[in-house]
């Protein structure tokens, strides 16, 4: 239709409509452009959204689970300081053989961790980190996946040599019972020890511990990890003002209102 009229005025040498036609022309391209521009803005922006409200999700639910290993490191730890007090001095926990026993098997128990950085690494694979437009934010989120997630991961991620050693002497009655009575998981996100009663005798809990002494490396490898599980408390400790602070950065968005 423009094209037609831009014809009619050159034959009819109407330079007035040619110049409206070429204004309105260039007018309609620019505004198609700056359309297309909005609406891909638009799409991004979205993108961008939906990203953002799945790494608070991580952050949060790193903060959760952070405070989660952090009490049960430390139950672990309890009970390994009370197995090493009686390796050292023969005295019993509260007088029990059996106390004694499950002492030394709860100092065994691990719970590993790792952040929960699936969203971040699908945006560094696809190459969109370039989404989180708070260059301060994302140099926090790299650190803190790299550093997490392999510069210190050994410290969560160990499995004890003690652990094997105190499983392998301990009666398979005994550790079913544990299994059974003395700890719980409600869900993927919780663990919990438990005080539970015997399942043998007090001479049969002694036989054990009797065990347990005879083995050379059993009390420096239960040193060894509760030393561990302290250096680990201390450092993943160090993870909540980190995430708090990202949190803080991170823009507000329907789903965190």
């Not at 037609?4 to 110049?19: D, G, H, M, P, S």
């Not at 509260?94 to 945006?123: C, H, I, R």
């Amino acid at each position: 239709m423009i094209v037609r009229r831009v014809t009619q005025a050159l034959r009819e040498q109407n330079w007035t409509t040619i110049l409206i036609e070429f204004v309105l022309l260039v007018l309609g391209v620019f505004l198609g452009i700056q359309a297309a521009n909005w609406n891909e803005q638009r799409v991004e922006n979205a993108r961008a959204q939906a990203y953002l409200e799945r790494i608070r999700g991580n952050l949060e639910t790193d903060m959760q689970s952070i405070a989660r290993r952090e009490a049960f490191w430390r139950e672990v730890i309890d009970y390994g300081k009370q197995a090493i007090h009686y390796a050292e001095t023969g005295e019993k926990v509260d007088g029990s053989a059996w106390k004694t026993v499950l002492a030394f098997y709860q100092a065994s128990q691990l719970w590993q961790w790792v952040p929960a950085d699936a969203t971040y690494q699908e945006m560094r694979s696809g190459g969109e980190l370039g989404l989180i437009r708070d260059q301060t934010l994302r140099e926090a989120l790299s650190q803190y996946y790299l550093e997490s997630g392999s510069g210190v991961a050994y410290l969560f991620y160990l499995q004890p040599e003690y652990r094997k050693i105190v499983r392998g002497l301990t009666p398979s009655a005994a550790a079913d019972h544990i299994w059974a009575n003395c700890w719980r998981q409600p869900n993927p996100l919780e663990q919990h020890l438990l005080a539970c009663d015997a399942p043998i005798s007090e001479t049969e809990a002694q036989a054990v511990l009797d065990a347990y002494a005879k083995d050379p490396e059993l009390l420096p490898e239960l040193r060894f990890w509760v030393a561990n599980q302290g250096v680990a408390i201390n450092v993943i400790s160090n993870y909540d003002p980190i995430l708090r602070g990202m949190l803080e950065r991170l823009p507000e968005t329907k789903a965190a209102r």
